[in-house]
């Protein structure tokens, strides 16, 4: 068989998943309990990190936006109230929704933005006092257009990025995770953790770096 053979019958498979949530829902739970992760190898412990952070804050009280939304998010937590954009629709480069939120999540999505600085400010603009946003991004991954693939971003840079759009640097926590054997995986394909993907972190090597920022209420300036 043909690695394009291959890549089709892989396309077809997921497709067919795609088109079916409650039998995809299913196969992951049945694959969960007997010990195999489907989660993005890539992302489990960026996940593992942030949703300890949310259920820290309390989802249910937490009016939340997802920019460009997936299904992750969503399953893992209710949230008080839950909105998700869609891009081209709402394209965070360029405008703000008139709400206020308590916690805004973008995952996946800065990498692909033609103007990062301007979406990092209308995130800021977004929250209200007090308010938090996610953020989290590839940083060792091949390139992968949806439909464009513009930055990568160490701790460093998106901690830059965020003191830049406004948030103050006291606000912002970063992290990251990675490791070779991680990396080697995701050169070709996108792999899920499975069995045996190892979480051990190589911080020379990351594949995925996040930040949490919070928006300061009028109570932080004044003891500031």
């Known amino acids: 068989m043909t690695i394009a053979s291959r890549a089709l019958r892989q396309d077809a498979f997921l497709s ?34 942030s949703f300890d952070f949310i259920r820290q804050l309390g989802p249910d009280k937490l009016d939340a936006l997802e920019i460009s939304a997936g299904p992750i998010w969503q399953r893992e937590f209710q949230f008080k109230s839950f909105t998700g954009t869609q891009y081209p629709g709402f394209d965070i480069c360029a405008g703000v929704l008139e709400r206020k939120f308590d916690l805004i999540i973008a995952d996946q999505v ?30 060792l991954l091949r390139v992968h257009n949806s439909p464009i693939d513009c930055s990568r971003w160490t701790e460093t840079g998106l901690s830059l990025l965020l003191e830049q759009a406004g948030f103050q640097t006291a606000e912002i926590k970063t992290g990251s995770w990675g490791n070779r054997a991680c990396l080697k995986a995701n050169l070709t394909k ?35």
């Open 110 to 139: 800065f990498e692909h933005l033609t103007h990062p600085l301007e979406a990092a400010r209308n995130v800021l603009a977004m929250l209200k006092p007090g308010g938090y946003a996610i953020i989290s991004t590839p940083f």
């Open 16 to 49: 067919f998943f795609r088109q079916r949530p409650e039998l995809k829902a299913k196969v992951r739970h049945l694959l969960g309990s007997v010990g195999y992760d489907t989660t993005d190898w890539v992302r489990v412990v960026m996940y593992q990190r």
């Open 190 to 224: 996108w792999r899920k953790r499975g069995f045996f993907g190892s979480l051990r972190n190589e911080p020379d090597f990351p594949v995925m770096v996040w930040a949490f920022a919070r928006k300061p209420t009028a109570a932080d300036w004044s003891a500031g």
